[in-house]
C-alpha cells in the first residue's frame, strides 16, 4: 500500500471503476478535484444532492448513480485477490506516474495480475501492436521483435488480441522474456477465450492489468480506449501491419501526442494489411525492421543498432590501383593483352603487368601468353561496371 493512499481512498477507486467508464474525463476531473471518496459520497448520497457533480447531463450522472448504487468493492478487491493480483491507484509505489500524461482520462485505478512490479517494468518497456487477422509475415515479425527486444532486457506490451498481440506475447515468452498484458475487460476474464493459455502463461511470467473490475467484460469503445494506456505507459509503440481503420494506430496515434516514439515495420505495398503502417511511416513514424532499431530509437545513448551493409566481396579489399585494372579486363572470358588493359585503366604497362601478377596471385586472373583475362570465379562476381552492385 503507497504512503498517502488510504484505505477509505482505495476502496471508492475500486467502487469507482464499475462507475466511471475508461478515459471518461468527467469522471478524471471530478476526482482530481474532489477526490475519490467525496465522488463516491456524492454519487451514493440519498436523497440526490443538486449539482453535486457538474459537466456531465443529468441523465448521465444518473446512470452513474445507478451503478455507484450496485459497486461492491470490498467484492471485487476480493476476488482480485484470489487470482493473485491486486489494485494499483494513483499514489502507489507501484503506479506508473506516466499514466498521469493522460490527463484527466487517466485510469481510476489498475487492477493488476502477476508478481513483478508495475512502475518498474513500465519504465523500460515497448508496445508491440497490430491486426489481429495478420498475415505470416506479420506474425513471424512480431515475434521476433518481441523476442530480440526481451532479450535485450526491454518489457514488450501488447493487448492479448489474436493477430500480432499474441505473437508479441508468444515471442516473448519463448524467450524467458518479461511481456505485459493490457486487457480491455476483467483481468480475471479470458478474452479472447482462444487466448485463455496465453493469458494464463503471462499472469505467470509477466503481468495483466486492466481498468476494469473483475467479471467486467469488453465492449468496442473499451478496446480502443485499453489502448491509450498501452501508448502512454511505454516508451515507444511499434506497429506491425495494420489496415487504415485499425485500432492499433489509435495507439500509434496516442503514442505520438503523448510524445512517445512511434515506429511501424513496412510491409508489401500491394498489402491492405500495411497500408496503415505505411500512412504512418508517411508522417513521423520512425521505420523499424529489427529489435536492434527499436532499441536505438528508444534507448539509452550509445545503444546503437549495427551498421547495415551487404556482405564483403574479395574484390572490395582490393587497393584502388589494384581495383582499377581489374575492371579494365573485358568480361564474358575475353582476353586482352597487358597493354590495352594498361591504356584502359590509366596506367603505365609497367604498373599494370605488377598489378596483374598480383590478381594472378589472388585468383582472379588467368594468363594465356601474352594475353590476360578473368577467371571463371571473378567473371561470376558482381561488378558496378558490368552492371552488378
Same mark, same amino acid.
Given at each position: 500500500?503507497?504512503? #498517502?493512499?488510504? &484505505?477509505? $481512498?482505495?476502496?471508492?477507486? @475500486?467502487?469507482?471503476?464499475?462507475?466511471?467508464?475508461? /478515459?471518461?474525463?468527467?469522471?478524471?476531473?471530478?476526482?482530481? %478535484?474532489? !477526490?475519490?471518496?467525496?465522488?463516491?459520497?456524492?454519487?451514493?448520497?440519498?436523497?440526490? $444532492?443538486?449539482?453535486?457533480?457538474?459537466?456531465?447531463? %443529468?441523465?448521465?450522472?444518473?446512470?452513474?448513480?445507478?451503478?455507484?448504487?450496485? @459497486?461492491?468493492? $470490498?467484492?471485487?478487491?476480493?476476488? *482480485?485477490?484470489?487470482?493473485?493480483?491486486?489494485?494499483? =491507484?494513483?499514489?502507489?509505489?507501484?503506479?506508473?506516474?506516466?499514466?498521469?500524461?493522460?490527463?484527466?482520462?487517466?485510469? =481510476?485505478?489498475? +487492477?493488476?495480475?502477476?508478481?513483478?512490479?508495475?512502475?518498474? +517494468?513500465?519504465?523500460?518497456?515497448?508496445?508491440?501492436?497490430?491486426?489481429? @487477422?495478420?498475415?505470416?509475415? !506479420?506474425?513471424?515479425?512480431?515475434?521476433?521483435?518481441?523476442?530480440?527486444?526481451?532479450?535485450?532486457?526491454?518489457?514488450?506490451?501488447?493487448?492479448?488480441?489474436? &493477430?500480432?498481440?499474441?505473437?508479441?506475447?508468444?515471442?516473448?515468452?519463448?524467450?524467458?522474456?518479461?511481456? *505485459?498484458?493490457?486487457?480491455?475487460? /476483467? *483481468?480475471?476474464v479470458a478474452y479472447p477465450r482462444g487466448h485463455a493459455e496465453l493469458l494464463e502463461r503471462v499472469a505467470q511470467q509477466g503481468l495483466v492489468i486492466g481498468e476494469l473490475p473483475p467479471g467486467a467484460h469488453p465492449t468496442p469503445s473499451r478496446f480502443i480506449l485499453?489502448?491509450?494506456?498501452?501508448?502512454?505507459?511505454?516508451?515507444?509503440?511499434?506497429?506491425?501491419?495494420? %489496415?487504415?481503420?485499425? &485500432?492499433?494506430?489509435?495507439?500509434?496515434?496516442?503514442?505520438?501526442?503523448?510524445?512517445?516514439?512511434?515506429?511501424?515495420?513496412?510491409?508489401?505495398?500491394?498489402?491492405?494489411?500495411?497500408?496503415?503502417?505505411? %500512412?504512418?511511416?508517411?508522417?513521423e513514424a520512425v521505420l523499424v525492421t529489427d529489435a536492434a532499431e527499436v532499441a536505438e530509437l528508444v534507448g539509452d545513448i550509445g545503444d546503437l543498432a549495427p551498421p547495415r551493409r551487404g556482405p564483403v566481396l574479395p574484390r572490395d579489399l582490393l587497393d584502388p590501383?589494384?581495383?582499377?585494372?581489374? $575492371?579494365?579486363?573485358?568480361?564474358?572470358?575475353?582476353?586482352?593483352?597487358?597493354?590495352?588493359?594498361?591504356?584502359?585503366? #590509366?596506367?603505365?604497362?609497367?604498373?599494370?603487368?605488377?598489378?596483374?601478377?598480383?590478381?594472378h596471385s589472388l585468383g582472379f586472373v588467368e594468363r594465356h601468353g601474352e594475353d590476360w583475362q578473368l577467371t571463371t570465379g571473378a567473371i561470376r562476381r558482381p561488378n558496378a561496371r558490368r552492371g552488378g552492385t
Open positions: 500500500m503507497g504512503e #498517502g493512499v488510504t &484505505g477509505r $481512498e482505495r476502496l471508492a477507486r @475500486a467502487a469507482l471503476t464499475r462507475v466511471i467508464e475508461p /478515459g471518461d474525463e468527467h469522471g478524471g476531473r471530478w476526482l482530481r %478535484e474532489l !477526490g475519490a471518496v467525496e465522488v463516491l459520497r456524492r454519487l451514493t448520497s440519498v436523497p440526490c $444532492e443538486e449539482g453535486a457533480l457538474t459537466g456531465a447531463s %443529468e441523465q448521465r450522472i444518473q446512470g452513474f448513480r445507478i451503478r455507484a448504487v450496485k @459497486a461492491e468493492p $470490498e467484492r471485487d478487491l476480493a476476488a *482480485v485477490e484470489a487470482v493473485g493480483g491486486r489494485f494499483v =491507484v494513483p499514489g502507489d509505489p507501484e503506479w506508473p506516474t506516466q499514466l498521469d500524461d493522460l490527463g484527466d482520462g487517466r485510469p =481510476v485505478g489498475l +487492477w493488476v495480475r502477476g508478481r513483478p512490479d508495475l512502475r518498474r +517494468w513500465a519504465l523500460r518497456s515497448v508496445a508491440v501492436v497490430g491486426a489481429r @487477422a495478420c498475415t505470416p509475415y !506479420g506474425a513471424h515479425m512480431a515475434a521476433t521483435l518481441a523476442s530480440g527486444l526481451a532479450e535485450r532486457g526491454w518489457v514488450v506490451v501488447s493487448g492479448a488480441a489474436f &493477430g500480432v498481440d499474441g505473437a508479441a506475447h508468444r515471442g516473448t515468452l519463448a524467450v524467458g522474456g518479461a511481456t *505485459v498484458a493490457v486487457l480491455a475487460c /476483467g *483481468v480475471d485499453r489502448n491509450r494506456v498501452i501508448a502512454a505507459l511505454t516508451r515507444g509503440t511499434v506497429v506491425v501491419e495494420a %489496415e487504415y481503420r485499425s &485500432g492499433s494506430l489509435v495507439t500509434a496515434r496516442a503514442a505520438q501526442q503523448l510524445g512517445r516514439f512511434t515506429m511501424g515495420v513496412p510491409g508489401p505495398a500491394t498489402s491492405g494489411l500495411s497500408a496503415g503502417v505505411h %500512412e504512418l511511416l508517411r508522417g590501383a589494384s581495383a582499377r585494372v581489374l $575492371e579494365a579486363l573485358p568480361a564474358r572470358g575475353r582476353s586482352a593483352t597487358g597493354s590495352d588493359i594498361a591504356r584502359d585503366a #590509366g596506367v603505365t604497362v609497367d604498373e599494370a603487368l605488377g598489378r596483374l601478377y598480383e590478381l
